[in-house]
């Protein structure tokens, strides 16, 4: 297996990659600003749950296979798309109600925790990453590729969870006080939606 110099390494860079602006992570943040603490872990988990798909993929030798079908590219991209313009409208069209407590509506966490898990999943980009950056470290003569790749996944998938919940923790907070003014809850609304609509136009224009 590898040395702890190397897992340590990985997981550093796994690290400042998870606070790193991206998608996924700004996906934590809006859900996280709109519907609570709560229901950003639930995001976060389904994103690890595909996480844990793409690095069995990798693992696998499957992500090879996808690499090199441009229409499975292109159905994926566009599912992803799609699925991120719906929440989008969602969103866009999500009532504004001001919240007198700190108290926010429930939200069924198997519904954010799909969210997350679908938004991970049918982003082509993430298991393109995860075949050109988990290799990198892998040594053959230190074990078995595919337990090596496990590892990494692993490691991966830790530092998500690490550096996504300080990320729900804070968009969380400041949720809690926007959501006590209607006018700041609409804007919110609106402004998830922009994100949400730009994030489906990046990866429909995604090439592989």
């Given amino acids: 297996m590898p040395s702890l110099d190397t897992s340590l ?3 550093g860079i796994a690290l400042l990659l998870g ?9 934590v943040l809006m859900q996280s600003a709109t519907h609570g603490r709560r229901a950003g872990f639930c995001v976060v988990l389904g994103l690890c749950c595909g996480l ?11 992500a090879a296979v996808f690499a090199a079908s441009p229409a499975a590219f292109t159905v994926l991209k566009f599912t992803g798309a799609a699925y991120l313009a719906y929440l989008a409208w ?12 700190q108290q926010v509506p429930r939200m069924n ?7 997350g898990f679908i938004m991970n999943l049918t982003n082509p980009k993430v ?11 892998v040594y ?3 074990g078995p590729i595919a337990l090596q790749l496990c590892w990494f996944g692993f490691l991966f998938i830790l530092a998500t969870l690490l550096s996504f919940g300080l990320i729900t923790c804070f968009a969380a907070a400041l949720g809690e006080r926007l959501r006590r003014s ?18 489906a136009i990046r990866l429909a224009l995604a090439k592989a």
């Fill in 90 to 101: 969602l969103s866009w069209r999500a009532p504004a109600v001001a919240q007198l407590t």
């Fill in 52 to 62: 844990l798909v793409h690095t069995a993929a990798v693992a696998l030798g499957l």
């Fill in 109 to 115: 966490p198997w519904r954010m925790l799909a969210r």
């Fill in 9 to 11: 390494t990985f997981f």
């Fill in 140 to 142: 053959p003569g230190l």
């Fill in 19 to 27: 606070f790193s602006p991206g998608p996924d992570n700004l996906f």
């Fill in 182 to 199: 209607s006018a700041a809850q609409r804007v919110m609304h609106r402004l998830t939606a922009v994100v949400f609509a730009g994030l």
């Fill in 127 to 137: 298991i393109f990453f995860f075949l050109a950056f988990l290799p990198q470290f």
